[in-house]
């Protein structure tokens, strides 16, 4: 590397750092979701409800998937009755070929997709020896597996007109992972791995149009996690979450952290030892008693 290309990269590594800097204090402007087909699985209930009834605020028509046809078709009815337009389907993520069959009817009765919130999970809480494998199994099928499907499904539209929004639901879990959670963080950790890798990928492939978001709250009142624990934090509501992570894709962030200042504090913890920060995350501690007894095992 000669002269002027190690001032030219010194150039471009200082310019992207500034840039970044700058968009803290004035972020990019949100973008217009009106008319376009957004598509929420786990929607009749919790963050994926509330992902619904928002981006139908916004003028979107929504794909509601969901498990339970009744929740469903619930969320649906707020929506239309606020004047906003929306699709129901009952669809299990855990299998891909009922994923096929009904992305097939999606593109039938609505069209392409142009936003998909892979929102659906679940969440077990129990130790690792205490688990049984058909549920450590369910949790990858679920929070992980089914996002390979969903998009396989519906990206190679917006890669043929270069337009797009893949959104992932992970979770802080995904950064640090949890005692009780193993199962859980590991299967959030590969959606961070997943979307970063894809974003990277589409790049590669000369399709930039197309955006990734992954969203990474802390534990969020859903009652998928029956007995969280925050010192210093709080319980995070599903509608709070949603608004943060709307607002994050509708300014095409890659990364949105819940609450906001989670990206502050995994800056300085990267810079700090690994005792320290295992020190600070068992002082407030931070985690989950297990659950995994207390639940109907379905």
């Not at 973008?31 to 619904?52: C, M, N, P, W, Y």
Request: proline letters at 3%; a neutral charge.
């Amino acid at each position: 590397m000669g002269l002027v290309d190690v001032f030219s990269f010194l150039f471009k590594l200082i310019q992207l750092s500034l840039q970044s800097f700058v968009a803290l204090f004035f972020p990019s402007e949100r973008k217009s979701v009106q008319d376009q087909v957004v598509l929420i699985t786990g929607a009749g209930h919790g963050i994926g409800r509330e992902f619904a009834l928002e981006f139908a605020r916004l003028g979107a028509r929504t794909v509601l998937w969901d498990l339970n046809k009744e929740n469903n078709e619930a969320t649906a009815a707020e929506i239309k009755e606020a004047g906003g337009t929306a699709y129901t389907y009952t669809c299990d993520v855990s299998k891909s070929s009922d994923i096929h069959a009904v992305a097939q009817k999606v593109r039938q009765d609505v069209g392409e997709v142009d936003i998909l919130v892979n929102n659906a999970g679940i969440l077990y809480g129990g130790a690792l020896l205490d688990m049984e494998e058909r549920h450590i199994r369910r949790t990858f099928e679920v929070n992980t597996l089914a996002h390979f499907w969903t998009v396989r499904e519906f990206l190679p539209a917006m890669m043929e007109k270069n337009a797009g929004h893949i959104v992932n639901i992970a979770s802080m879990s995904a950064k640090s992972g949890t005692a009780f959670l193993v199962d859980y963080s590991s299967s959030k950790f590969a959606v961070y791995g997943f979307t970063e890798a894809l974003n990277e990928e589409l790049k590669r492939l000369g399709k930039p149009g197309v955006k990734t978001t992954v969203v990474c709250p802390m534990f969020v009142n859903t009652g998928l996690c029956m007995f969280p624990k925050d010192k210093f934090g709080k319980i995070l509501e599903p509608k709070e979450v949603a608004d943060v992570a709307i607002d994050g894709v509708l300014r095409n962030e890659e990364y949105v952290y819940i609450p906001r200042r989670l990206w502050v504090d995994l800056k300085i913890g990267a810079l700090l030892p690994q005792r320290v920060t295992k020190f600070l995350k068992e002082h407030g501690e931070f985690g989950i008693d297990p659950q995994y007894q207390h639940m109907k095992k379905d």
